[in-house]
């Protein structure tokens, strides 16, 4: 008979992977959300725009239906995923561009420093502090953008996030 | 990195992972890039501008799709 005990350290066990489920669901969705505004938004200009775009989706998610969809049918999901409004404004990527820029200037300073072999045990330390650095700051601003980092707890913007929207929504 | 404020936090995990995204960071500030100078140089015709800007957003975009697949989540809009 199982007892009181595990009956509750189980149903705690079933929320936390409840969570992780619904956070899987949320991120897929998040990411679909993205790609179809950005498919949609370039139809017009690109015919393999929304190609690529869904073989990006369909690689990440193992969702062998997207990859290679030819003009007509990507239309065709595009219009279906309109009509449920599953779109998002923004992913904060392009807000983070001076901080990337920085980031990939040193990996290459770096990269090329190892390749050439020319500097000193001083400057090498010093590239290396460097692109650390720039991998903090992406970092950082990835997570002001409002993105989770792997293996943290959930921002505090995407909760109040939600808390405003639950409140909107009962008013 | 002082405009970051409290979230100038050490990540070390997030922070190693993003060296396996360094490829594709590097392609989207190059697409980037590409986007910089056609609007500086006036010269690129506004259809083309049109593509240059949506290489930079797949760019992005599959930035975004590397990061999820490494462990981050994006961020919700409700």
């Not at chain 1, 950082?140 to 929504?169: E, K, M, Y």
Request: hydrophobic share 40%; net charge positive; charged share 25%.
């Amino acid at each position: 008979m199982r007892s009181r005990r595990n009956g509750s350290r189980y149903a705690r066990g079933s929320w936390r992977r409840k969570g992780v489920v619904r956070a899987a669901f949320e991120s897929a969705l998040t990411l679909c959300r993205m790609t179809v505004m950005t498919a949609s938004r370039h139809c017009g200009q690109s015919a393999s725009g929304f190609r690529v775009t869904s073989d990006v989706i369909s690689s990440s998610f193992r969702l062998p239906w997207l990859a290679g969809t030819p003009g007509k049918d990507s239309c065709a999901i595009m219009s279906v995923v309109e009509t449920q409004s599953l779109f998002t404004p923004d992913d904060g990527l392009l807000e983070a561009l001076p901080v990337l820029r920085q980031l990939v200037r040193a990996d290459y300073l770096l990269t090329r420093a190892d390749y050439v072999g020319d500097v000193g045990p001083d400057r090498r330390r010093d590239l290396e502090d460097n692109f650390m650095h720039a991998r903090r700051t992406v970092t950082a601003r990835l997570i002001a953008s409002g993105w989770s980092a792997p293996g943290s707890v959930l921002h505090p913007r995407r909760r109040s996030r939600r808390v405003n929207w639950a409140r909107s929504t009962d008013e | 990195m002082s405009d970051l404020g409290i979230w100038a936090q050490p990540f070390p995990t997030a922070e190693n992972r993003l060296i396996a995204l360094m490829p594709a960071l590097r392609a989207l500030v190059e697409a980037d890039r590409e986007v910089a100078q056609a609007a500086w140089l006036r010269k690129v015709e506004p259809k083309m501008r049109g593509g240059v800007e949506a290489r930079r957003d797949l760019a992005a975009l599959e930035v975004a799709a590397q990061l999820v697949a490494s462990g981050w989540s994006p961020p919700l809009h409700p």
